[in-house]
C-alpha cells in the first residue's frame, strides 16, 4: 500500500490515508481526498476557488484511472461544477466513452445529479481584475471582452507561481492502483485550453501491472513527451522505478521549441517504491508519501534536475 500526492494535494491527504488503512479500494480513496482539496478556499489552482481563464470563467479539468482495467474517466475545461474529479469518476463508470469536455461534459454532469458551484471568491475576483487592468492598453478595457485575445500586451504569466494542479496516485492493500488529477489548469490560460490533467497518458497513468506516473507543471510539455505512459511503459520494458523516471525527464529535456518551463513527474511502482524528480522547477518542489511503514504521512522535497 502506498499514497503518493504533491504538496497542492495536502488537504486529502488524512482522508485518504485512513481510507487505505481501512481496506477501502485506491480509486475511492484518491477521489474522496481530491474532493476536499477541489473545496478548499486555501487552493487557488485547484477546483472551485481557483484563478479564472482569460475571460474571468473557471474552466476545470480532472482524470481519474483505474489501474486494475486501463479505464478512465475525464472531463475538461467545464464550467460551474463543484467536484471535477467526481464528474470524471462518472465518466470511466457511466458511459462508454473516456473523456468529455464543455457543454457535453455539462450536460453529462447535470444528468448525474453533480453539485453545482459559482466560484464568487474576493480573491479570484480582484486578482484577474488587477490582471486585465495591468496587461491591456486603455482601448482594449473599453471594447472588453470584444477584443482578440491574442493581441493582450503580454503573455499571460502565472501570477505567484501557482501552477499546481494535485495529483494521487496509490495502491491499495489488493494491489489495485490507481491515479487521480484535478486542476484549474494556469490561471489566466486562453479559454477553452486543456493541459495534461485530463489527458491520460500526459498527466497520468496507472497500470496495476507495472505502477503509475501523474504530472504537475507545464502540461504543453509532457503532452507531447506522453510523460506518464512513458513511465509506465518503461518500468514494462524492465526499468528500475528511478530509471523509468529519470529517461522519462530526458524525454521532457530534449523538447526545445513551444513553451518549455518546469514540469515535476511522480511515480509509484507496484512494489511500493515511490520517486518524484522536478526538471528546472523555479521553486523547492515538494511531496506527501505514506505508507503502513510510516506513522503520518511525510512531506518530502522533490530531486531536482536542471539543463
Ligand atoms: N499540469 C497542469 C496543466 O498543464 C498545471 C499544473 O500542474 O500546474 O494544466
Avoid at 56 to 69: F, H, K, P, R
Avoid at 111 to 121: L, P, Q
Avoid at 282 to 297: A, F, G, M, S, T
Amino acid at each position: 500500500m502506498i499514497l503518493l500526492t504533491n504538496y497542492e494535494g495536502r488537504s486529502g491527504v488524512p482522508r485518504t490515508v485512513e481510507l487505505l488503512k481501512n481496506k477501502t479500494n485506491a480509486i475511492y480513496s484518491i477521489i474522496e481526498g481530491i474532493k476536499l482539496v477541489e473545496e478548499n478556499p486555501e487552493i487557488h489552482t485547484v477546483g472551485a476557488n481557483s484563478l479564472p481563464n482569460l475571460l474571468g470563467q473557471l474552466e476545470l479539468d480532472s482524470a481519474v484511472m483505474d489501474g486494475n482495467t486501463r479505464r478512465s474517466g475525464a472531463v475538461g475545461a467545464i464550467k460551474g461544477f463543484k467536484h471535477p474529479i467526481e464528474i470524471a469518476y462518472h465518466i470511466m463508470t457511466d458511459i462508454e466513452h473516456e473523456i468529455l469536455v464543455g457543454a457535453g461534459a455539462e450536460r453529462f454532469a447535470e444528468e448525474i445529479g453533480a453539485e453545482k458551484y459559482v466560484n464568487e471568491t474576493e480573491y479570484t475576483k480582484t486578482s484577474w481584475e488587477e490582471f486585465l487592468n495591468d496587461h491591456l492598453t486603455y482601448e482594449q478595457k473599453e471594447k472588453f471582452p470584444h477584443i482578440r485575445l491574442l493581441d493582450i500586451k503580454d503573455k499571460p504569466n502565472d501570477p505567484e507561481h501557482l501552477f499546481d494542479t494535485t495529483v494521487y496516485l496509490a495502491q491499495d492493500y489488493s494491489g489495485r492502483i490507481a491515479t487521480a488529477t484535478s486542476t484549474a489548469g494556469w490561471p489566466w490560460k486562453y479559454p477553452g485550453r486543456l493541459g495534461d490533467s485530463p489527458i491520460i497518458g500526459a498527466g497520468s497513468y496507472a497500470d496495476s501491472r507495472y505502477g503509475a506516473c501523474a504530472c504537475t507543471h507545464t502540461g504543453e510539455m509532457t503532452i507531447r513527451a506522453g510523460t506518464a505512459r512513458s513511465v509506465v511503459l518503461y518500468l514494462k520494458m524492465g526499468l528500475s522505478l528511478a530509471d523509468a523516471v529519470y529517461e522519462s525527464v530526458m524525454d521532457l529535456a530534449e523538447l526545445k521549441t513551444g513553451f518549455i518551463n518546469a514540469v515535476t513527474v511522480h511515480a509509484i511502482d507496484n512494489k511500493g517504491n515511490y520517486k518524484v524528480i522536478a526538471l528546472n522547477p523555479q521553486k523547492e518542489i515538494k511531496y506527501i508519501v505514506w505508507h503502513p511503514d510510516l506513522k503520518e504521512p511525510q512531506v518530502k522535497n522533490a530531486e531536482i534536475m536542471r539543463t
